[in-house]
């Protein structure tokens, strides 16, 4: 199972493994929030609402912040995405592909005895 980056909304693209995703959050514990908060805030919240800012960091960190290649495999195509953006696409999040609407109620997988 897989990561996605959401953008807008509306436009989904492959994100990274779930080992790469997990690669890049502890990339993130390394660098400075104050002059990656738009990185670290989509590393740990999944979220960002400042795309150009997402993208300006991500470019200075790749030249500041010597990330290993599985990282740097994953915020190249982070930057990949967001230049090929919809122009009207306000904001970004990391989605493993599960909604409310896939998760099952406790009654279906229920593990009481009934005998």
């Known amino acids: 199972m897989g990561y996605q980056l959401i953008i807008g909304g509306q436009q989904s693209v492959p994100l990274a493994s ?4 997990r690669d890049v959050k502890s990339w ?3 660098i400075d929030e104050s002059e990656y908060p738009q990185i670290v805030q989509l590393a740990e919240h999944g979220l960002s609402q400042d795309l150009p800012g997402l993208q300006e960091e991500l470019d200075a960190s790749l030249i500041h912040e010597s990330p290993d290649e599985s990282v740097v495999d994953t915020l190249k195509g982070i930057m990949s995405s967001l230049s090929a953006r919809q122009k ?3 904001s970004a999040f990391v989605s493993d592909g599960f909604s409310d609407e896939t ?4 009654d279906e997988w229920s593990t009481s005895y009934n005998g």
Do not use: K
Request: glycine fraction near 8%.
């Open 18 to 21: 779930t080992q790469g995703w």
């Open 28 to 30: 993130v514990e390394t």
């Open 88 to 90: 009207d696409a306000e």
């Open 103 to 106: 998760e099952s109620s406790d």
